[in-house]
């Protein structure tokens, strides 16, 4: 899976109330809950102005907080392919593979990566290429059983897949 996206940075401690506010969470609906991604955020004006395909690079513990699911799935329908950080809140970083966002951390990345930068992630070789730069940056990689949900586009689907292949 590779990624390509022009960056938005964000600080450490990133929480899921500034990823997708709590006064928005009387709606299930992913498109509704894209629209106020990072609304509280220091770029509280990300789900305006991004681009599909723009990515999130991010500092330490992201998507600390609460351990609800709206997080990454309003980061996933707002059009993000993929999220870099230096580390990510344990729960967050379940929730994000089980719906199918795909994650990388990438600390040295982060560190030397600016906002505005264009950047490649290939995460089947856990790279970080900055193509404004040219410098290249190692991430995690997955096991393939991870990188398979992701493929699939989460948790629900690789089940339902294998269940599929299971009974054919």
């Given at each position: 899976m590779r990624f390509r996206g022009r960056v938005w940075k964000f600080s450490d401690n990133v929480d899921t109330d500034q990823i997708i506010?709590?006064?928005?969470?009387?709606?299930?609906d992913p498109y509704e809950l894209a629209q106020h991604v990072?609304?509280?955020?220091?770029?509280?004006?990300?789900?305006?102005?991004?681009?599909?395909g723009d990515i999130i690079l991010a500092g330490r513990n992201f998507g600390c907080g609460s351990s609800r699911e709206h997080a990454p799935i309003a980061i996933k329908y707002a059009g993000v392919p993929v999220v870099i950080a230096k580390s990510f809140a344990r729960i967050f970083f379940r929730n994000a593979i089980n719906i199918g966002l795909p994650i990388?951390?990438?600390?040295?990345?982060?560190d030397e990566i600016n906002h505005g930068d264009e950047v490649e992630v290939d995460l089947e070789s856990g790279s970080v290429k900055n193509l404004t730069t040219g410098k290249e940056y190692k991430a995690t990689r997955f096991p393939e059983e991870l990188q398979a949900i992701l493929k699939a586009g989460g948790l629900m689907e690789y089940a339902k897949k294998k269940l599929k292949e299971d009974a054919g």
């Open positions: 506010p709590a006064r928005y969470l009387n709606t299930s990072m609304e509280d955020s220091e770029h509280g004006n990300f789900a305006k102005e991004h681009k599909p990388a951390e990438a600390p040295e990345a982060v």
